[in-house]
């Protein structure tokens, strides 16, 4: 499976950005689907996963409240809307899917791409 990752940009601290993930096919059912991130001199970190049917989400704690996932299944495209952006959300941000992205069980991995949020 490839991934497509697009939507990274430079904003200010406040403003919204929205990621999207096309995926060339849907291995299974139960895959999920999301985004991890790594920031200048840190290890890569989770961000948020969703399964194709919509109803498994997950979130790490530093993006809840801001950040909102979705899929669209017949689109294979999955998109991450980020609002309320701050600083330390500036990352690589790599598009992911596997069983649980969530615990790394990660199949296929995604170019990624910058955003950056200036302060």
């Known amino acids: 499976v490839q991934l497509q990752a697009s939507g990274g940009g430079l904003v200010q601290a406040g403003d919204s950005l929205r990621l999207s993930c096309v995926a060339s096919?849907?291995?299974?059912?139960?895959?999920?689907i999301g985004w991890c991130r790594q920031a200048p001199g840190k290890e890569r970190e989770f961000v948020a996963q969703?399964?194709?049917?919509?109803?498994?989400?997950e979130y790490a704690d530093s993006v809840k409240g801001r950040f909102t996932i979705s899929s669209d299944a017949a689109k294979n495209t999955a998109y991450l809307q980020m609002n309320n952006l701050k600083p330390e959300d500036t990352a690589v941000y790599y598009c992911?899917?596997?069983?649980?992205?969530?615990?790394?069980?990660?199949?296929?991995w995604g170019r990624g791409t910058l955003v950056t949020v200036s302060s």
């Open positions: 096919e849907r291995l299974f059912s139960r895959y999920t």
């Open positions: 992911a899917t596997g069983l649980r992205i969530a615990t790394t069980a990660i199949d296929a």
């Open positions: 969703i399964n194709w049917s919509g109803d498994n989400i």
